[in-house]
């Protein structure tokens, strides 16, 4: 057997990935939720270290690290999202995103893995009435009786209370 016949034509290959019905994301937990992010939105993932603190900054905006020359600020998202107080342990870690080419850290309890679930298996956010805003919820994955949350993380860094990311 030649190597050529061990190649699969790029026009193979991309018609193969047009078609795609599954998605990954990164999961991670919050307390006991778990919740998924897309991962082409991940750079990198951290052990949690030392932050400096910004005066009057919201408390969920924990603080900002110097990442290889860039400052980078950092969400709790347990305090952003009400689901606990902060505690960061040996087991939590950021989440390094670059979103629209802005680089931004999400604090969050532990990273559990990358998990592919088939579109199918996404189910739309449901309807919460005009207090509670799902917007930056893309729909509840269910795999392997897990429920993971999905998260718009471009929406929910760049809404009115966190205003990271410019909406343009």
């Known amino acids: 057997m030649s190597e050529s016949d061990l190649a699969t034509p790029v026009a193979e290959?991309?018609?193969k990935t047009d078609n795609l019905t599954e998605q990954e994301f990164l999961a991670f937990r919050l307390g006991?939720?778990?919740?998924?992010?897309h991962i082409l939105?991940?750079?990198?993932?951290?052990?949690?270290?030392s932050l400096t603190r910004i005066a009057n900054a919201p408390d969920y905006l924990k603080g900002v690290m110097n990442l290889r020359g860039v400052i980078v600020p950092v969400i709790?998202?347990?305090?952003?999202?009400?689901?606990?107080?902060?505690?960061?342990?040996?087991?939590?870690?950021?989440?390094v995103l670059n979103i629209k080419g802005r680089v931004i850290g999400m604090m969050v309890d532990s990273v559990s893995d990358v998990v592919t679930i088939p579109s199918s298996s996404i189910k739309p956010p449901p309807e919460l009435g005009s207090t509670f805003s799902t917007d930056y919820i893309i729909g509840l994955g269910d795999i392997d009786e897990r429920m993971i949350i999905l998260l718009d993380i471009s929406k929910l860094m760049s809404g009115p209370e966190l205003g990271l990311i410019s909406e343009d």
């Open 13 to 15: 290959i991309e018609s």
């Open 41 to 49: 939105q991940t750079q990198e993932i951290r052990n949690f270290e």
């Open 76 to 95: 709790d998202m347990r305090l952003r999202f009400n689901t606990g107080t902060s505690n960061a342990d040996d087991t939590t870690v950021v989440i």
């Open 32 to 37: 006991t939720e778990e919740y998924g992010i």
